[in-house]
Nanobody, 115 residues
Framework: QVQLVESGGGLVQAGGSLRLSCAAS????????MGWYRQAPGKQRELVAL???????KYVDSVKGRFTISRDNAKNTVYLQMNSLKPEDTAAYYC?????????WGQGTQVTVSS
């Protein structure tokens, strides 16, 4: 079974940084794309960053210039480097990947940014 496991969340002050990790149970090169989503209480889940297996990346406007999605194929891991964090970034962050036209989700990791 395909599994994705996130880690790296925590409490950080505004302006600080965190790096989230998403470890996959199989080679991430076999996924059509992988991305990071987030959901804050009372809000809809939104796509934060996307990485395709063709090498392109996309970001929601609110995180452009601050967040970076990257891959380490040897470690079967996708990262989300988050810099200059704002309280508005507080949310549960989820790793997502499409494999053979089916979506898989991690369990989520909480990011809390204090003011």
């Amino acid at each position: 079974q395909v599994q994705l496991v996130e880690s790296g969340g925590g409490l950080v002050q505004a302006g600080g940084s965190l790096r989230l990790s998403c470890a996959a149970s199989r080679s991430i090169s076999e996924f059509n794309n992988m991305g990071w989503y987030r959901q804050a209480p009372g809000k809809q889940r939104e796509l934060v960053a996307l990485s395709t297996n063709l090498g392109s990346t996309k970001y929601v406007d609110s995180v452009k210039g601050r967040f970076t999605i990257s891959r380490d194929n040897a470690k079967n891991t996708v990262y989300l480097q988050m810099n200059s964090l704002k309280p508005e970034d507080t949310a549960a962050y989820y790793c997502n990947g499409y494999y053979r036209l089916q979506a898989y989700w991690g369990q989520g990791t909480q990011v809390t940014v204090s003011s």
